[in-house]
Structure formats: structure tokens, C-alpha cells
């Protein structure tokens, strides 16, 4: 029966058992915990026992792009929704594996529930093990061995997906123990609840004096304040103060960017505010940031007096000296800082308003990018697009994302993402073709938002074909597909190789497609056709058809910060 009870012939009447099988109990778990799906790819013994209980599956193309669906979902809801992954011992958890590691240097929480080889034979080689394998990519990799243990098991792994820092967290379920029986109910389950750590008063005393005593403080936030949902502190705090904010590329629109105190993202490419306002700085305060070093992320420069909030205290030290390190969750730690201000009138010396210099930088920013932004170029300027696309959407009502590679860099300066979440930025390891599950997550978890993702040709030769997930699953999103033959920036990286053999080059259309597998698709070559072509499309969407917009456009190698 799909409760897992059966019945029993007594003396009496009909007596059930509370035996169930391990699947069973498992999924009930799920239920309990208010799953709406579980995302993978089969077989997994999860997907008939979470339907059973009406968790319906979504079903990927590939596992990867299926753990990048988990991610773009749970980043979506802040976190706030357990987001859940299954695939098949073996192949499908080794395919699964990049996925997973992306997530991980996203700092993406999520439950991933591989199936594992039947016990006994999961250590033979060439068998994988998950919990071996995947043991530096996630927070917490453990198998159960004792079908008697779930319980505690699935309490255990829940418990660390919402506390702590923000990772995928593995548990590893054998086959055979999923068929085994056990007595346990998942009624029974303690849903864990989630605890947020707060700063000793001495401490939030030490960030609010080094803040006034500095002469040109800044505020690095990071995906951190997306995760506690403390926009609004954070814009308070910086209004008290009068501190221009600067975002990470995971953070941007934690801070709203068309705020008078808005400086943009640090990324490698980047707006000349934060540029202008980091160099001056005196003092960096990093909220909700690892402070990770990256080529991706504009780095702080050494001279600078460095104050960090994070949950996570490996993050303290790990890449920068910190003059001070607090480990808490950065809303209630901005909360604390709120308070503590609120006690005293805060004196700022000769600190000036900043927002007229802010406002004197950007202004002279655009002027020098708009003639790119605006271009009439043929083939079409890949800022054109970015300019048409900042144009046509409503940052309220939209989310979007971007892939790796040219598609960041030339999007992420300009696009103000003013309202949390409506951007999923990410810019660690940067995988190709991960944008494509972002977004396709993020329509899942709010399905009234239109969500867009912006790629090269390149990035869809990887996952392209789960476009067709987006159409068979009814999650219509846009995606926007630069197509200018060439793997943007790579000729640079083996110029012999591209001068004698044409390395860098590549071919195809992509809009028959995305026509093939379903959906609605378009290609453009014309600037004056870009409008609109892509107004077309996005009322496509909005009608809820998934859909697929092929730009011709030219190599373009002028990046904003680098140019």
C-alpha cells in the first residue's frame, strides 16, 4: 500500500503495522518537511516513493544540470525551501559530481540522497562511492549501513542543511536498505528548526567604533545577506552611516543597485564606482562574505583594514588578514550594530555624504559605455543585447542570471538588480552552461517571476538539451543565446592553436533547436530586429511557452574595469 502499512489477519479485527520499507520512510520524511519535489535524474528508488506521497519528480536530462535546477531553487527561496537531489548509484552520482561542486563554492544549501551500490559491494573497485567521493565537496557525507538508522540519519543531514554555513549536505542510501523494512513512522520526524548566532555586545562595539572612526569606509556584502533575507538592515545600517555598499558577484541585489549608496558588484568586470570608492577606502566591511579570492571577483587591496561577518569560521584568515573576524548570522549581526547606534548619535567626523560622488562616477560610467550599450553595430553588439534586455524587464518582477565567461562580465556591470533575488549571480568555479538549471530552479520556486538567462554558444553546447526539461516540465523561461561562433576569449589562451588550426571556432543554430525540443524559438542578426524580437519572446514566456532567442553577434573583448 502506498502508506507502507499492509494488513494482518488476527483473531480480531484487521491490525496494520507500522513497518515500511526504507524508500518509504524516506519520502515520508520529505512530506514532512514540506518537499514539493524531488529533482533528479533515475533510476532512484526515491522518485516512485516520493510520487506515492504526491511529491511528483522533475526529471532532468543530465544529473548536472539537475543539481544545478536543485541550486537555482534553493537560492530562489533564500534557502528556505529544502531543495532535494536523487540519481542512480554509480554513473548518474558520478555525473553528478560537478553539480554538487558547484553548489559547494556557491555555498548553496541542499540535500543530496544519491542511491548507493548494495552493501558489501560499494568498495569494490571500479564501484564509486558517493561517500568517499563527493567528501571535500559537501559539508556532511555519510552512508546509511543500517536501515534502522535512518531516522537519525535524515535528522541529522536536515539538521546541517539548515544551520551552519550554507553547503550541499550527502547522505548515501544503498539500494538494498531502500527495500528493507523498518519500524518507524514518519510521523514521528522532528522537523529540525534552524539557529542563528549572534555577536558578543563587545564585538558589534568594535565594528560600530572602527566604522566611525574611519574616513571612507565601504561594505562588501555578500550571498550572506541574501541568505537571512537582511536587505532591509543593510540598507539601514548604510543609510545610518552614510557607507556606500558594494556587492559580490553571489551577493548582487542584496544591496539594491539603484540606490543612492549603490556602488555595484565586485566582480572581474565591474562599474567604476566600486573601483573608485575601493581604492579610497580606508576601511572594508565584509557582510556575509567569505572574502574568497578569486579571478572572478575583484580582489581588496592590501592596504585596507578589513572587518568580516560570516557564518562560517573557516572564512576567517583564509585568504585576507581580518582585523576583525565575528562569526554570526549577518542579519541578526547587523541587527545588533542597528542597536547599538541607536543608543547614541552616531558622529561621523568629516566624513561627507558620498551619494553625490557616487552619483558623479556612475553618470560618467554610462557615458563612456553607452555608445556600446546603444550600439548599431551588425554583427550586433553583445551590450546591445545586455541594454536591450535592462530595457524590456522589470527588475521587480523578474529574475535572471547570466553563464560564464563573456556572458557575466559584459552583464553583470550594467543590469541593476534592484529588489533581493532578482538576480543570481554566481562567480567562483564557473562551470559552463550552469545558468541554463539556475534558471529553471528559479521558475520552479517562483513560478509568477520571469526568468531569464543570458549564455554564449558555448555554455548551451554543454546542457542544451535540458531545454527541453524547461518545456516538458512547464517552467517557461527565457533563454538568450550570443552566438558569434568563436569561444569568446579563449583565442588568447592558445593564439598558436587558433592562429593554425582555428581552435577557438565553433558553428550551429540554436533556435531550430530549441523548436525541436518544444519550445518557441527565434534568431536575430539586425540590431534594429533585437527589440522587437525579444519582446516577442518574453510574451512567449509570459504565455507559457519556454523559449530560446538566438543573438548573432560579434566578439567583444572591452570589459567594463578592464578596458
Known sequence: MADGTHAMANDGPLAKTTRMSGADYVAGVLKEEGVKQIIGFPASELFDASAALDIPPLIARTQRVAVNIAEGYARATAGN????????????AESAFAGIAQAFNDRVPMLFLPTGYPRGSEAVSPNFESRRNFRHITKWCEAATQVAHLPKLMHAAISRVRNGRPAPVLLELPVDLLAESLDAQPSDHRRPGRSVPQAGEGEVAVLVETLLAAKNPVILAGQGILSASATRELVELAELLSIPVMTTPNGKSGFPEDHPLALGTAGRARPAPVDHFLDKADVVLALGSSLTRSYYILPVPDDKIILQVTLDEADLGKDYAVAQGVIGDVGLVLKQMISHIGQEVPVLGERADPTAEIAE????????????L??????????????????????????VTHDAGN???????????????????????????????????????????????????SAFGMVGIDFETAVRCDLPVLTIVLRNNVLGGYAKSMPVATEKYGANRITGSYAPIAEALGGYGACVSEPEDLRPALLAALDRVKGGQASLLEVVTHEEPRLAGLW
Not at 525551501?81 to 548518474?92: C, K, M, R
Not at 546603444?374 to 529574475?399: C, F, G, K, N
Not at 550594467?414 to 550552469?434: C, D, E, M, N, R
Request: charged fraction near 15%; proline fraction near 9%.
Open 407 to 457: 556572458p557575466r562580465d559584459q552583464f553583470c556591470p550594467f543590469y541593476v538588480a534592484s529588489v533581493p533575488g532578482s538576480y543570481i549571480g554566481w562567480g567562483k568555479t564557473t562551470q559552463l552552461g550552469s545558468g541554463l538549471g539556475f534558471a529553471i530552479g528559479a521558475k520552479l520556486a517562483r513560478p509568477e517571476a520571469t526568468v531569464v538567462n543570458l549564455m554564449g554558444e
Open 81 to 92: 525551501e529544502l531543495a532535494v537531489v536523487t540519481v542512480q548509484y554509480g554513473p548518474g
Open 374 to 399: 546603444t550600439s548599431e553595430s551588425r554583427p550586433i553588439s553583445p551590450y546591445r543585447v545586455v541594454w536591450e534586455l535592462m530595457q524590456a524587464l522589470d527588475p521587480a518582477t523578474s529574475i
Open 361 to 372: 562616477v556612475r553618470a560618467a560610467f554610462m557615458a563612456k559605455w553607452m555608445p556600446l
